[in-house]
C-alpha cells in the first residue's frame, strides 16, 4: 500500500512541531488505509507502535493516579478514570459528525499554535441524541485519539437535596479541569441541564444550571468538557450557546448497518450476505442494539461449531433486539 503525499507531509509537519499526538493520529489513519486495502500485518504493525509510544508517554503508575488537586476524598466519588484505546476508526459516525469532531482534535492539537493568534481550540462539545447511538463511545474515542484520560462524572454523587451543596461539587469539578487536563464527560447531562422554565422546576435545579453556565463560562483549562444527553429539548437554552459545537447523533442508516456487521462480524462473515433483509431487520435499533445482535449471532455460530454466519441468523438476533409496541402489548394484554 503506498502512502500518500498528504500523509507524507502530515507526517513530517507533525513531527517537525514535536505534535506526538497529531503523528499518532496520521499513523493510525495510514494503519487504517493499510487495513482497508487488505494489509493487516502492516495495520497492526502501525497500531502496535502507536500503542507502545502511547504507553511511554502515560504515567507508569497506571489510569487510577490521575492527579487530582483537591482532597482524594471529595473528588473521589465524583468521577471516575480510566484511559480508553478507543480510536474513531474502531467507530462507524455519519460523516458530518466525524468532520466536526475532527476538527475539535485538530485544532487542540495545534492550540498553542491557534493561542499565538489569539483563538481558543474548540473544547466544549454536546453530544445530543437517543440511547445506544454511540455518544459514550465518542467521548472515550476523544480520550483515545487525545491520550488524555477520560473522567466521567458521576451524577448520583453530584446532585444532592441539600441547598448549595450540588454547586460545590461542581464546582470542585470545574477546578479540577484546571489541575488535572483531561475529557470530562457530563453523561446523561438533562440532569443538571434541565430548562430553567420547565413546569417542574425547584429553586435549587434553578441554581444548579446558573452555577453550570457560569463555570462553563469562565472556565480557561486546556480539559475538553463534553455533556451527552437523549433528550435536548429538555436543556435550557442558554447551555447550546456555551458549547462550541453540537453534534447530533441518529439511529444508523442502511450504509451505517452495513458498516456495524461488516466491523463486528468479520470472522464470520461469508462474502455474500442479502443486505436489504439486514437493513429492513436493523430499521429501527441503536448503533449499540446492532453491534448485540450481531454479536449474538457470532455466539451462535461459535455455539454451533460453525465458521459462518448466514443472513438468517443476523436477521433473526436483529428482529429479537426489537421491542414490541404498546400497541402490540395491549392487544394481547385485552
Not at 483563538?119 to 437517543?130: Q, S
Not at 459514550?136 to 491520550?147: K, L, V
Request: aromatic share 6%; net charge positive.
Amino acid at each position: 500500500m503506498a502512502i500518500s503525499p498528504e500523509q507524507i507531509r502530515l507526517l513530517v509537519d507533525s513531527f517537525a512541531e514535536r505534535d506526538d499526538e497529531r503523528f499518532r493520529t496520521v499513523a493510525l489513519d495510514i494503519a487504517a488505509a493499510a487495513a482497508k486495502a487488505g494489509d493487516q500485518k502492516l495495520a497492526n504493525s502501525v497500531r502496535a507502535m502507536v500503542d507502545r509510544s502511547r504507553r511511554s508517554s502515560l504515567p507508569s503508575v497506571g489510569p487510577k493516579a490521575v492527579p487530582i488537586s483537591r482532597p482524594e476524598g471529595e473528588l473521589a466519588s465524583l468521577l471516575t478514570v480510566s484511559y480508553p484505546k478507543t480510536r474513531f476508526v474502531d467507530m462507524v459516525l455519519p460523516a458530518k459528525s466525524k468532520a466536526m469532531l475532527q476538527r475539535m482534535l485538530e485544532e487542540n492539537r495545534s492550540a498553542n499554535t491557534l493561542r499565538s493568534h489569539g483563538f481558543e481550540p474548540r473544547r466544549r462539545v454536546l453530544l445530543a441524541g437517543p440511547p445506544g447511538c454511540g455518544k459514550t463511545m465518542t467521548a472515550r474515542a476523544i480520550a483515545g485519539e487525545t491520550g488524555l484520560p477520560l473522567l466521567v462524572v458521576q451524577f448520583h454523587a453530584l446532585i444532592t437535596k441539600y441547598m448549595g451543596e450540588t454547586g460545590a461539587k461542581l464546582h470542585a469539578i470545574f477546578e479540577s479541569m484546571s489541575s488535572t487536563r483531561g475529557v470530562y464527560l457530563f453523561d446523561e447531562f438533562d440532569v443538571v441541564g434541565t430548562s430553567r422554565s420547565a413546569s417542574n422546576d425547584v429553586g435549587e435545579a434553578r441554581r444548579v444550571v446558573n452555577s453550570f453556565l457560569q463555570l462553563l463560562e469562565h472556565d480557561d483549562s486546556e480539559s475538553i468538557v463534553i455533556a451527552a444527553t437523549n433528550m435536548a429539548g429538555t436543556l435550557d437554552e442558554a447551555l447550546f450557546r456555551r458549547f462550541d459545537d453540537i453534534v447530533q447523533f441518529g439511529k444508523p442508516s442502511a450504509a451505517d448497518v452495513r458498516k456495524l456487521v461488516e466491523n463486528r462480524l468479520a470472522a464470520f462473515a461469508p462474502m455474500k450476505l442479502r443486505w436489504p433483509d439486514i437493513s429492513t431487520a436493523a430499521r429501527g435499533l441503536s448503533h449499540a442494539e446492532v453491534v448485540n445482535a450481531c454479536e449474538d449471532a457470532a455466539k451462535a455460530v461459535v455455539l454451533g461449531h460453525k465458521s459462518v454466519v448466514t443472513t438468517a441468523q443476523i436477521v433473526n438476533a436483529l428482529k429479537a433486539r426489537k421491542r414490541p409496541s404498546p400497541r402490540a402489548n395491549r392487544s394481547r394484554t385485552a
